[in-house]
């Protein structure tokens, strides 16, 4: 686990992955029927999660206003022409949506016939990432991470999967009080705590609506997935163009060492596993990844997929 997580670390340094950091986002299809026209949206939603996975790592701090100011879908229909708003489609992409409670909550009230991508990096990579971007405040980033993995193991041991209250609302009481007073989002580590994320998304969306990919893996096959996206959502492949090719943004180089102390980030590793293990067990039960040979958060095959096979 130590050396699969490290070998992800390292190539993320490198700029092998060009995806935001579990980036979500919202393909808005008004009518299926009429797939040139929710072709454009298709193609623009996948166009718009290509973003640097540093720059990503670094801006998804959650901010309420603009979640909910980016919520609201944009159309080019006229209010009286009834058929071309139902063709209409629109697309958002953020890496706060997930891991906002707030966001999934006003998502399933305004798009609730929505389909969504979500690209999930692998945890560790993701731990990491800040120190990576912010080198000349590595000594405070290695202490925070070392604080917010302490004080949420600390919690973690308090949460009851038995009880009514969700796992992510004890977590978030725990934290930072009862009721949470502060917005969990300002532990960075809480954002890879995927198990916590897709199983409040779940609660709110039909397992059909959404498609899920390894962001290592996308950076690795960008194409096939694109195919994989158009069929999903039912568009006319012949409509796309196979020339568009995908560059990386932001890139940049990185020392060759670890940017935390072995310890630290074996202590990272720790933290992270058996929630990766609980992702992973998570995705079979939902009727996930039914055409792949495995589930992974990292390297191998196309990707995760969910609803149908």
Known sequence: MTETSKTNSDADRSGVSSVAVDALSAVVAGAAADAPAAMHGGAAAADAVTASADTAADTAESNVDTDRSSL?????????????????????????????????????????????????????????????????????????????????????????????????????????GMPASRDINEYDLYKGLYDLHLERWFNHFAPGQTLIWSSRAFSLAPKQHLEQLINWLGLDAAEINRDVDFVKIHERSYPDDQPLPAWLFQQLVDFYEPHKQATLALLPVLGMCSWLSSCKLHGGGIGIHTGEA
């Open 72 to 176: 609201h879908p944009t159309t080019s229909a006229t209010p009286d022409s009834a058929a071309a708003a139902a063709a209409a489609a629109a697309q958002a992409a953020t890496p706060a949506y997930l891991h906002t409670a707030l966001a999934v909550t006003q998502l399933q009230e305004l798009l609730p016939q929505a389909r969504y991508l979500m690209l999930l990096r692998e945890p560790v990579s993701r731990g990491v990432a800040p120190a990576n971007y912010s080198s000349g405040w590595a000594d405070y980033i290695a202490a925070e991470v070392e604080r917010q993995t302490r004080d949420m193991s600390r919690c973690q041991g308090r949460v009851s999967r038995r009880s009514p209250v969700p796992a992510y609302t004890q977590l978030a009481n725990c934290l930072l």
